[in-house]
RNA sequence: GCCGGGAUGGCGGAACGGUAGACGCAGUAGAUUCAAAAUCUACCGGGGAGACCCGUGCGGGUUCGAAUCCCGCUCCCGGCACCA
């Protein structure tokens, strides 16, 4: 072959004008958006659906690289399922509400300036989506929505109502996680190791009546991830947050005569129960304690009230308490036990109340030695030397036999000793008598959704001097939240000082009542907008019944794990709540979930200003194009591993890039072969990628998936030559990359699509199938095995039967060395793929 | 402590139980160039002149054959944690 560059006789080689993304790209967007590609119609039932969602962003003012990482792979699996068949619904809106815009108006207040985050949001959102729209991503703007906006909020206004009615929302005055920054209350799942998850600062317990959400009545349920294809981490991540126990609950009295409820998983070493530990907050402290200890019990009381939560959990804090003076009696043999209180159990959990069993609890044992409190057995090991109360360093909580317990002495016990076991004969017993009884227990707590901020949707509730509490009439909403406010350098919601807000009428009296000034939790915003999505206009109610019929639940829905409790737990209780209120079939809202790393500074942290290592997708865009941002972003590892971003790895994709446009554009160099093996190997290539791309995509690999691609590339290359460019199979070749290019460089695929005259857009083409006769091979590549070693490689026919097999290894000289020392045993065919000869000597 | 996920070249990472390291980055050599950049070609786990040998965190096992399956560890990452 001629080649210019050692042959300076032959003719150079003619190249097509240059890949240049930055003029393709705006051309391409803007021509989607005048052929309304992307608008999807909803009522098409002729296909089948797939809803892809992708977690909506907080509307921060700026794109960076981690919402393109979040984005465009999703984009590229939804293009994906287009092209396969199915009307495939990828909406994107904004979670508008929150602290960062307010906080910009407080800082602004302070400087004497003037911010509205209501018109700092809107703005952020333009240009956002401006930003958004150079991802070339599918997105239906037609559908989009942004929850600041009163069409939007109303209906959590109406959820709120309705859950009301039902006794899902209520009002408690209890401790409650108060963030003295953002100077609001946080949900348990906004506290992260005792600070806010926001603001970092350490969080205060204040007893406050504040809103919640009854999600602890969807405990169980939501314990049960049947049916959904989520990763594994975010299942294990939500049932420890949910916690469940299984016990029973005892009650105490006390000499006075007050019931005391414990709760207990370990009601067989009820007989080991030496003393009763309440919380400091625990309302029977006061009332149990004589007056010889009360000024003690108050102090201790008050101390505890003024460690912080992260102060009085720390592991090395040695354990403290203070005995009530009073004594309480041991349901099962009428035995008196001291009462205490303690900071080590929590008010929260349970019933705030523990019966103490040093013995076989470590936390009870440490404080019994701490305070010369009785240590007495009740279980013991079978193979270790009998446990004796005086003389025992550590608490033993592992399974034997029952001893000092009454009728149940010899019983075996412990958590593993099952149906028979001690644990749940006593739970038996203990009903029988009315002692006490079976009981589960959570560690999730309601959901609080107050916040004591402005920007967010108003509490529809009112408070009146006649009637107390009242809901206000669904046909009074939305309670529009008002924009004439100022804000305060002290970060005061404006709304507490808002007259003409505040001043309501009462809907059950008609009396004055004075409005509620807290605002919902924006995680309320997040957890039903995919159902919005698919009326976001509707103005008669919070959703479309049929659509939701026929749309929901989400097919795949994906986004970063940092919300694998908090959002996508809340959402998971609002599509019950919903249920139960009759607007949605479905119990879950995501069928598959699949989670995004987070892409990584250049030095491997956590990109921030701070370090200087922000990239920033705009600047990557105009330097390389979106497709090479894409491609990158698709092919720097599996997508839920995330990792640091390369700036030399980006090159590779580029070059990657300009390469296709070279094998599809550039002329191909004179002569070459266009035979039957060189086709047949085109053509395999072409549908080996075929089948891997499709398999990749479908499983969210898109790292695998760009890869093939490039060996697609490479071969196609190797192969290119004048007299094989002249055959069809090479269109099929130069059609089907494109085609498997498509959801993954859209741009790039769409240009050089139309160039070749393949005709209308690339987009709206079938996804390819492969052609299983291009896969077969005329030659099967054979190991052969001595002794387990491989010794050697013949190619055969595919045709050849096992004496043809055998006769061609042993053609192999190499081979015939080592077979000559073995016997034959016997050969190994993995069909369609491998032929092992396996001797043994 | 309990639960979940990991550990493969210089780096990111590939491998239905079937020749480990696909694809890319970095690197080496060469072509082109006055030179460089860009591009192209070849090489690119370790040892050995070579035949070969050794290599997927560690120790066992199953198998003709193990990165992959089983048993026992070590370390790393994530979640929960004084939750009775």
Redesign the pocket.
């Known amino acids: 072959m001629a080649d210019p ?2 042959d300076p006789g032959a003719p150079t080689r003619q190249r097509a004008e240059p890949y240049v993304p930055q003029e393709i790209e705006p051309r391409w967007q803007a021509a989607w958006d005048r052929s309304g590609q992307h608008r999807i119609d909803l009522e098409d039932d002729s296909r089948p659906k797939r809803y892809f969602l992708t977690m909506f962003p907080y509307p921060s003012g700026n794109l960076h690289v981690g919402h393109w990482y979040a984005e465009t792979p999703a984009d590229a699996a939804a293009r994906f399922q287009r092209m396969r068949g199915a009307n495939v619904f990828f909406p994107m809106g904004f979670d508008a509400f929150g602290l960062p815009a307010e906080n910009a108006a407080i800082q602004a207040a302070r400087k004497g300036e003037d911010v509205h985050p209501a018109r700092l949001t809107r703005e952020r959102i333009a240009s956002m989506t401006t930003q958004f729209q150079r991802m070339g991503a599918m997105f239906d703007w037609s559908k989009t929505l942004a929850t600041c906006e009163p069409e939007y909020y109303r209906w959590n206004q109406w959820f709120f109502l309705r859950a009301y009615q039902r006794g899902l929302a209520y009002r408690k005055e209890s401790y409650v996680n108060w963030d003295p920054v953002d100077q609001t209350v946080l949900a348990n799942e906004q506290v ?1 190791e005792g600070r806010g998850e926001r603001s970092g600062a350490l969080v205060e317990r204040r007893l406050m009546p504040q809103w919640h959400f009854r999600i602890t009545a969807y405990a169980d349920e939501l314990l049960d991830f049947g049916g959904l294809d989520w990763p ?2 975010v299942k ?2 939500q ?3 949910i ?1 469940r ?1 299984e ?1 029973a609950e005892v009650a105490f009295t006390t000499d006075a005569g007050q019931e005391i409820r414990t ?4 009601p067989d070493t009820l007989w080991g129960a030496t003393f009763l530990v309440l ?1 400091p907050e625990h309302p029977l402290v006061a009332t149990v304690t004589t007056d010889g200890h009360r000024a003690e019990v108050q102090a201790y009381v008050e101390a505890a009230g003024r460690l912080s939560e992260i102060d ?2 720390s ?1 090395a ?1 040695e ?1 403290t308490g203070v005995f009530t003076g009073a004594y309480a009696t041991r349901p099962v043999d009428g035995a008196r036990i001291p009462i205490w209180v303690a ?4 008010v929260t ?2 019933s ?1 109340a ?1 019966m103490a069993v040093p013995a076989h ?1 470590q ?1 009870d044992f440490e404080f019994a030695r701490s305070y010369g409190l009785d240590v007495v057995p009740v279980v013991q090991p079978a193979d270790v030397e009998r446990l004796d109360g005086a003389t025992m360093t550590e608490a033993y909580a592992g399974d034997g036999v029952m001893t000092n317990s009454g009728p149940f002495d010899g019983t075996p016990t412990g958590k593993d000793a099952g149906p028979d076991g001690g644990v749940a004969r006593v739970i038996m017993w203990l009903e029988e008598r009315g002692l006490g009884e079976r009981r589960v ?1 959570y ?1 999730l707590r309601d959901w609080l959704i107050s916040r004591q901020r402005y920007w967010g949707t108003p509490i529809p509730m009112l408070y009146c001097d006649a009637c107390g509490i009242v809901p206000e009439r669904e046909e009074n909403l939305p309670v529009v939240l008002p924009e004439d406010v100022a804000f305060m350098p002290t970060g005061e919601s404006p709304l507490q000082h808002h007259a003409d807000f505040q001043h309501a009428t009462c809907p059950s009296c008609g009396g004055t009542a004075r409005r509620e000034t807290d605002t919902m939790d924006t995680f309320m915003d997040s957890s039903w907008y995919w159902f919005r999505y698919l009326a976001p206009d509707k103005s008669d109610g919070p959703v479309d019944s049929a659509r939701v019929a026929r749309w929901t639940p989400v097919d795949t829905y994906t986004g970063g794990i940092e919300h694998a ?1 908090l959002h996508l737990l809340y959402a998971r209780f609002f599509t019950k709540m919903m249920r139960d209120l009759d607007l949605t079939d479905a119990s879950e809202p995501f069928l598959r979930l699949r989670n995004q790393g987070m892409i990584l500074g250049e030095d491997g942290e956590k990109m921030s200003k701070r370090r200087g290592n922000v990239v920033d997708p705009d600047d990557l865009v105009a330097r390389y194009g979106a497709d090479a941002v894409r491609a990158y972003l698709m092919f ?3 997508w839920d ?1 995330g ?1 640091p971003w ?1 700036p ?2 980006i ?3 580029v ?2 890039l300009h ?1 296709v446009w070279a094998l599809v554009e550039d002329p191909a160099p004179e002569g070459g072969s266009a035979d039957d093996a060189t086709v047949a190997e085109l053509r395999r290539a072409a549908h080996t990628a075929v089948a891997e791309v499709t398999d990749d995509l479908d499983r969210f ?1 898109f ?2 998936a ?2 093939e691609l ?2 697609l590339q ?1 071969a196609m ?1 190797k192969l290119k030559s004048g007299a094989l460019v002249a055959n069809d199979a090479w269109e099929e070749a130069v059609q089907l990359l494109l085609l498997l290019l498509a959801p993954i460089t859209p741009h790039l695929a769409e240009e050089l699509w139309h160039r070749r005259g393949f005709g209308e857009s690339v987009h709206l083409q079938a996804w390819p199938s492969v052609d299983e006769g291009a896969l077969v091979r005329s030659t099967i ?1 054979l ?1 052969v ?1 001595v002794n ?3 010794r050697g ?1 013949v190619t055969v026919p595919s045709d050849a039967d096992d004496a043809a097999v055998l006769e061609a290894a042993k053609s192999d000289a ?1 081979v015939v060395r080592y077979l000559a020392a073995g016997t034959l045993k016997r050969e ?1 065919v ?1 069909p369609g ?2 032929v ?1 000869l ?1 001797v ?1 000597g």
Do not use: C, H
């Open positions: 560059a050692t992260v594994e981490r294990t991540m049932t420890n947050w916690g126990s016990g709760f207990t998983t370990r919380a009085r959990q592991e804090r354990k900071d080590y159990v929590l959990y349970g705030g523990v609890d936390r227990t560690r409790i720097i590892g599996p591993q990792g390369n030399q790895g090159e590779g994709v070059r990657f390469r690999r790292n695998t760009v890869a490039m060996t490479n290359m590549d190991v095995q387990g070693k491989v490689k190499n190994i993995v793929k491998l092992n396996v043994v």
